[in-house]
């Protein structure tokens, strides 16, 4: 492996680094083992403008100007709002209030959420099959030769940049602050770096990988940046297919497999 360049480590600090990958590999695998994590999710549901039936969910629901609705339709087993039953036709969100509510059905927890102007119900169940056969997240083997450090082009201004998702209908627009040159196995490769005060983010696709991953930089990017590919982590819509995680920024290509950091789950 051959970067623009190396950080040049010595022992110690290939031992603190690979400490630091293994802390965050711990705690990666416990976030996607919770009950009602990324692999609990079973089913995003568009709404419509017409009631509608969702296959295992009581009642009718749809979607207005207004908000989120449901009609519970004569279900003998309607869906809670805030922990009480719905026994009518009801009003259970307008994100212009601020926050979804509680909404649940049995175990299961009834996301409502709003992306790009299209209102949807998620459901997460803590007995999903995802979890069930859930045996940690895949990974590589931490290498030291896949920490590069690279040259980082800022922007002089921000570019605002319209990316998509995992979802066909959703965009999203995301900032792109610059970008880095790296040599990855020999072969140059440049990678948008998107964020700004919030943190910095570098999406990639790679052979491989069928869907992309992502890297969250330690600190705002300098001159000399550093990339380490062992900490390159799965989005959640790597492990479902319920999500709506934005893609990488066009471009953000490698040409070889980057053989370190989450192994494709799939």
């Known amino acids: 492996m051959d970067g623009a360049y190396h950080s040049s480590m010595?022992?110690?600090t290939v031992a603190g680094q690979q400490q630091r990958w293994?802390?965050?590999?711990?705690?990666?695998?416990?976030?996607?083992?919770?009950?009602?994590?990324w692999l609990s999710l079973t089913a995003l549901h568009w709404l419509e403008d017409e009631p509608t039936s969702l296959e295992d969910l009581p009642g009718l629901?749809?979607?207005d100007d207004r908000g989120v609705h449901v009609d519970p339709a004569g279900a003998a087993d309607p869906v809670l709002?805030?922990?009480?039953?719905?026994t009518e036709p009801t009003l259970l969100w307008n994100p212009a209030d601020g926050e979804a509510p509680s909404v649940s059905h049995h175990e299961r927890r009834l996301e409502l959420i709003l992306r790009d102007g299209f209102l949807a119900v998620r459901v997460r169940d803590p007995h999903?099959?995802?979890?069930?056969?859930?045996?940690?997240?895949?990974?590589?083997?931490?290498?030291?030769a896949w920490r590069l450090t690279g040259a980082y082009r800022p922007y002089a201004d921000?570019?605002?940049?319209?990316?998509?998702?995992?979802?066909?209908?959703v965009s999203f627009s995301t900032q792109v602050t610059g970008e880095v040159d790296l040599l990855v196995g020999g072969e140059p490769s440049t990678l948008k770096v998107t964020?700004?005060?919030d943190g910095w983010l570098i999406s990639f696709r790679d052979p491989g990988n069928s869907k992309f991953r992502w890297i969250v930089l330690d600190e705002e990017p300098a001159e000399e940046l550093v990339v380490d590919f062992n900490f390159a982590a799965n989005p959640p819509c790597a492990f479902s297919d319920f999500g709506t995680c934005?893609?990488?920024?066009?471009?953000?290509?490698?040409?070889?497999p980057v053989l370190a950091g989450e192994r494709d789950p799939r």
């Open 158 to 169: 921000n570019q605002e940049l319209v990316i998509g998702s995992a979802a066909a209908r």
């Open 246 to 256: 934005p893609l990488p920024p066009a471009g953000n290509v490698l040409g070889v």
């Open 22 to 37: 293994q802390e965050w590999r711990e705690q990666r695998d416990d976030q996607f083992g919770q009950p009602y994590g």
């Open 195 to 197: 964020g700004g005060d």
């Open 128 to 144: 999903s099959p995802g979890l069930r056969s859930y045996a940690g997240v895949p990974a590589f083997d931490y290498d030291p």
């Open 10 to 12: 010595d022992a110690s």
């Open 81 to 86: 709002l805030e922990g009480e039953p719905v």
């Open 61 to 63: 629901w749809w979607a």
